[in-house]
């Protein structure tokens, strides 16, 4: 029988996948529609890569689903992302719930409309019991906000003497992101043609191998899930060593 993971080596998957969901305006205005349709669209490629995602085994997916920079988007457009995110939220714990899936996000919380807010937090509440996959919203996110939150965490903390100048390492800095405790991404899929990191994850995708497909992400299916992690399969990742050195770890 083939299935759309059939190609997959489940032994070396990647733990954290983060992805800049792409397109949805362009896919929205090729079929002469408003760009909320596209996001509109959109959320059903998000039900899909948490569903693939969750039969894999990935432990952690994390979705950029609103920029710091998206602010400056039409009015109309940020207020129907909002709503969009609400609808999904409510609609959605059924299922969270029955698949085992928890429900994060990192980024400027507190900046989201109240309604927004309170509804994520209910949301990921009512599903941190849930083991089985992580599903990590980026919302109001962006990587100097992030970045700059956490060097005031470690300032004030030098001011409080909780630690020395001389103590800070770049494991400090991991602890003070908003993703403390999670894998760094080892995969990093961009959708849509576009080849930027806009301001994502740029401390913890350090190490990850990016992969960008010209698909716009409302089109973007399980089996495109399944292209991207064969492609990182077939990667050498070297952490800096040599091609030698990597293949004699292997064989130890
Ligand atoms: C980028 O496409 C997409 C976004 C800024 C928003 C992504 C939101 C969703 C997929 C829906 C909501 C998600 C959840 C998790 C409920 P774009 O608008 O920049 O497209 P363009 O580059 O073609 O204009």
Not at 117 to 124: Q, V, Y
Not at 156 to 171: A, F, Y
Not at 192 to 205: I, V
Request: glycine share 4%; net charge negative.
């Amino acid at each position: 029988m083939s299935d759309w993971k059939n190609n997959i080596d489940l032994k070396r998957l990647p733990r954290h996948i983060a992805i800049i969901m792409d397109g949805n305006g362009r896919w929205a205005k090729q079929q002469g529609h408003l760009r909320i349709f596209g996001h509109e669209n959109g959320v059903k490629s998000v039900r899909e890569v948490a569903e693939g995602c969750a039969e894999l085994g990935v432990e952690y997916v994390t979705l950029y689903a609103f920029s710091t920079e998206n602010w400056n988007r039409p009015k109309d457009e940020v207020d129907a992302l909002m709503s969009l995110l609400v609808t999904t939220l409510k609609g959605e714990l059924e299922t969270l719930n029955k698949n085992n899936i928890r429900l994060r996000a990192i980024g400027n919380i507190d900046s989201l409309p109240e309604k927004c807010a309170e509804e994520l937090k209910d949301t990921m509440k009512k599903t941190e019991q849930n083991t089985r996959l992580n599903m990590v919203l980026a919302l109001s996110y962006s990587s100097y906000w992030e970045i700059t939150e956490a060097v005031k965490k470690i300032a004030t903390d030098v001011k409080n003497n909780n630690i020395k100048v001389d103590e800070i390492m770049p494991e400090t800095i991991t602890a003070n992101l908003n993703t403390a405790g999670f894998p760094n991404p080892e995969l990093m899929i961009r959708t849509s043609g576009e080849h930027r990191l806009s301001n994502y994850l740029l401390w913890q995708m350090a190490y990850a191998e990016f992969y960008f497909t010209d698909i716009l992400w409302p089109d973007f299916r399980k089996k495109d899930l399944a292209n991207a992690i064969i492609d990182f399969q077939n990667r050498e990742r070297r952490f800096g060593k040599t091609s030698e050195q990597i293949a004699a770890e292997q064989t130890q």
